[in-house]
């Protein structure tokens, strides 16, 4: 049975007792390569149903997730939710289901290469594992995975609609000596040249890291590397959501659209329609029609991501970003600067290199105060040159102060998905000043 059959047959049963219900049905089968000590360790394959729901009656709303293989299952768990559902209390965010329209289509987005390399993903692997081993590293542990995903949306109000992508996702560690280095990329098909690249970027750095040098925590200039720009655009731009600002968990509470929140040389955009990128979406979770859009223009504050609900708040039109509860992100994208990596490096006076982070924690959220710790080789920069490298070290800053505070915007651009970046992004090397940089604890 399909995931449309699945979803039709779920609508068309609860339908009867409940106000409003959407189905969504997403199947995805899976490929996983691992690697470790320079050799594959093991491949995985795998099927996942999940079978998601939202129910609302009487201005009350449940939704809920299953992994199941057929209707009857989705059924029978929801013998007694009607009995709960009754007794919570109303939603302020309550609205009813759209009326269903036509969304246009995505034309790309599905590449049958990924399924002939599901049946063999060594290949692509060796070819990462050959690029690093040849800029230097010693050896290398990572990643590779394959994925064909389907996803079915039918709701009470008539939408009824599926659409198919798949998905590659590479992430490689190179360590020589004491030091390593990491990159990772994400798109809906098989870039050859670009995997291949995840390995030669995730060593071309360790050449550089010669010299130990002390750390004395401070402010300095900062160059951003993609991996570290995609893992902190996912939080600001997940802060634009309209859910996030009205429950006060925004740096953007209080802000307009037009308001400064960033330097004149940083514009983002959710880009649902990108069809390279492997969040990508004809439509949402409510059946309405993606767009693309800026988030931050130039600067200004361009959008606020809106469902139905949260759009009814804003006395406003919803954006496509429906998330029943909580509007989010499909695919987050960088406009291109000018500079190269090299110029960028040239302009620090005294300052660091991060080319990856993790743990990134939200200490105030209202007032977009973070942390985040750099992960694999921090390069120290002095005079416009990498003079040697230094121990982990800990951004402190706040996001609105730290986009601000951008100075220049990569020219090239990199497509980057994984357990740090779970929004695809696209993104450049960015030049920060004055970033606050500790030590962690």
């Known amino acids: 049975m399909s995931g449309l059959d699945v979803a039709r047959g779920v609508v068309s049963e609860l339908a009867k007792r409940f106000d409003d219900v959407a189905v969504k049905v997403v199947t995805r089968d899976a490929t996983m390569l691992k690697l470790w000590n320079s050799q594959p360790s093991v491949i995985q394959v795998w099927r996942d149903v999940y079978v998601n729901l939202l129910l609302g009656k009487q201005r009350r709303l449940a939704v809920l997730e299953f992994r199941v293989g057929s209707p009857e299952e989705v059924l029978k768990a929801l013998a007694r939710v009607e009995e709960y559902l009754v007794r919570a209390e109303e939603s302020e965010l309550y609205a009813p289901l759209p009326a269903p329209g036509a969304p246009k289509p995505l034309s790309g987005g599905y590449d049958r290469r990924v399924l002939d390399f599901r049946q063999d993903p060594r290949p692509l692997a060796e070819a990462m594992v050959s690029a690093a081993l040849s800029s230097g590293a010693e050896r290398v542990a990572g990643t590779l995975e394959l994925e064909e995903v389907s996803v079915s949306l039918v709701t009470s109000a008539g939408f009824s609609g599926e659409y198919s992508k798949t998905r590659v996702m590479a992430y490689l560690r190179s360590f020589r000596g004491e030091v390593s280095g990491h ?176 743990y990134t924690r939200l200490q105030n959220y209202v007032e977009g105060q973070f942390s985040t710790v750099a992960r694999d080789v921090v390069l120290r920069i002095r005079d416009g040159s990498i003079v040697g490298y230094v121990d982990r070290v800990r951004i402190a800053d706040r996001f609105e102060r730290l986009l601000k505070s951008v100075k220049a915007v990569g020219k090239d651009i990199y497509r980057i998905t994984w357990w740090e970046v779970r929004v695809p992004t696209k993104a450049p090397y960015l030049l920060v000043e004055g970033v606050n940089l500790t030590k962690p604890m």
Request: glycine fraction near 8%; aromatic fraction near 8%; charge should be negative.
């Open 183 to 358: 990159w990772a990329y994400g798109s809906t098909y098989v870039d050859e040249r670009a995997i291949e690249g995840v390995g030669r970027r995730s060593a071309e750095f360790l050449e550089l890291a010669k010299h130990r040098e002390e750390f004395t925590p401070g402010k300095y200039d900062v160059v951003l590397s993609p991996l570290v720009v995609g893992n902190l655009l996912n939080y600001v731009v997940s802060m634009s959501s309209a859910l996030s600002i009205l429950m006060g968990m925004s740096f953007l509470v209080g802000r307009s659209v037009g308001d400064v929140v960033a330097s004149e040389a940083v514009t983002i955009y959710d880009v649902p329609r990108d069809v390279e990128l492997p969040g990508t979406a004809p439509f949402d979770d409510e059946g309405v029609e993606t767009r693309d859009k800026p988030v931050v223009s130039r600067g200004e504050l361009a959008s606020v991501l809106h469902n139905t609900a949260t759009a009814r708040a804003f006395k406003t039109s919803t954006t496509g970003n429906a998330g029943w509860l909580n509007p989010r992100p499909w695919n987050i994208s960088v406009e291109p600067g000018t500079s190269s990596l090299d110029r960028m490096v040239s302009e620090v006076r005294d300052g660091y290199l991060i080319l990856n982070n993790w």
